[in-house]
């Protein structure tokens, strides 16, 4: 048979053309294991704790930005990671896992060549149970993997997927061997870490954010990387900046798109210059979102979605502060959530606006690094810390890509919070029940 009618996968096993474009594979049929709960600091939390990953590794969920619990919130998914202390090699895999929070158990539905430690697979789910989504190298090129959990196979298709909509009609995305340019552990390993794909100076006509129709597998062009860089109010402080697209964010309503923008100049002018952008779901009506005196330096950080899909909360310096900010998807309807609260971390918010959660890093008075959960009363303008555990260093690391954050986010009734840490050395993955308080 011809190449193209057969290719092997991140796992070893033969993918069959289906369509051009389309692959399927029937995936290993995999034995759940048992494993049991454990409770962390039982009694010395603000709320109950529990450890919901198994002690035979490291794992790690998505980012923040994403809700790792299946529509039920019976399963979540999670990456099982190499236990490495460099910047992972291309070729190396990472096992996508489902836990079932009911019975306990642990099932390995997929390996991955396309990964990273602070997204782990982007595993994320469909509009259902059935469906999960990460992304894998085929034929040379990461693109958008869909995992039937029914009936037990995958299907590749034609472009990447950053994020996908909630509906589960198509995904969306930049070229993911593109991202580790501007900063590594969100795309995947590079063949050549030390320099990683690149574009060419400008803002790239041709390239941008990619969509991705799942029933039909046509790929196209949404919005162009010259098509947002235009937007932009002021003119660039340098000549031969680079323009690259970092995260891109539906809202829960799939209505409209959160996109940041970044731009590398060659003296390192402003980092790397991270702008927020909006625009409709069909690529229409992109809006630069909030400037401030000189929006091509830094500016803030961790922007996400309001549950409302009008509104976006993000870290904005303000006086010399960062603050938790919020303003609508056009910059409009500008206003701080705490005068009072240093903003950290990585934000979310709940739908009634009342509680934010992020996390921090303090030092113990060892000068062990510590991940710590806030729970912030925006009505009240007071915290309390859910808990605080240790986890590995975010600074003065060789590799820093090798750090663990907390990347808290929100049950999808938004009773629970699930978070990252390392007690024992290892990444693991913890929820805190908040049910008797929110």
Request: glycine fraction near 8%.
């Amino acid at each position: 048979m011809k190449r193209r009618n057969f290719i092997t996968t991140s796992a070893g096993f033969l993918a069959i053309a289906l369509t051009p474009g389309v692959w399927s594979c029937q995936r290993p049929v995999s034995k759940k294991k048992n494993f049991t709960f454990k409770k962390y600091r039982a009694g010395k939390t603000f709320v109950p704790i529990t450890q919901v990953t198994p002690d035979d590794g490291s794992y790690v969920h998505t980012y923040y930005d994403i809700c790792s619990l299946s529509p039920s919130q019976r399963y979540l998914a999670v990456t099982k990671v190499p236990e490495i202390k460099r910047v992972p090699h291309f070729g190396e895999t990472a096992d996508a896992y489902i836990i079932d929070l009911e019975e306990q158990t642990i099932e390995n539905v997929y390996s991955t060549k396309t990964w990273g430690f602070q997204i782990g697979a982007n595993l994320e789910w469909g509009a259902n149970d059935r469906y999960l989504y990460t992304n894998d190298v085929v034929d040379g090129t990461a693109v958008c993997v869909e995992i039937d959990l029914e009936i037990n196979e995958t299907r590749a298709f034609a472009g990447p997927k950053y994020n996908i909509a909630p509906d589960g009609s198509c995904v969306v995305g930049f070229p993911l061997e593109l991202l580790n340019v501007t900063q590594q552990g969100y795309g995947g390993p590079s063949q050549d870490p030390e320099n990683p794909p690149s574009l060419p100076v400008g803002a790239a006509k041709d390239e941008g954010i990619w969509r991705t129709d799942l029933k039909t597998n046509k790929k196209s062009l949404l919005v162009s990387l010259a098509d947002v860089a235009a937007k932009i109010p002021e003119p660039a402080p340098e000549k031969d900046g680079t323009f690259y697209f970092w995260h891109t964010k539906f809202n829960n309503q799939g209505t409209r798109i959160m996109q940041v923008l970044r731009c590398m100049f060659p003296s390192g002018y402003g980092g790397r210059n991270a702008m927020v952008f909006t625009f409709n779901s069909d690529g229409s009506n992109i809006n630069f979102t909030v400037g401030a005196p000189d929006i091509w330096a830094s500016m803030g950080g961790h922007p996400n979605w309001h549950p409302d899909g009008e509104h976006i909360i993000r870290i904005i310096q303000i006086d010399e502060t960062e603050r938790f900010c919020q303003f609508k998807y056009d910059g409009s309807d500008f206003k701080i959530l705490s005068e009072a609260l240093e903003g950290t971390g990585h934000p979310r918010i709940e739908p009634s606006g009342k509680y934010l959660m992020t996390d921090s890093y303090p030092l113990d008075s060892y000068g062990n690094q510590q991940v710590s959960i806030r729970l912030i009363d925006t009505l009240a303008d007071a915290e309390e810390i859910v808990c605080t555990l240790p986890t590995l260093p975010r600074e003065n690391l060789k590799y820093p890509t090798l750090r663990l954050d907390g990347h808290p986010f929100w049950s999808r009734d938004y009773k629970k919070i699930f978070f990252q840490g390392a007690p024992e050395g290892r990444r693991q993955i913890f929820m805190a029940d908040l049910s008797d308080i929110i």
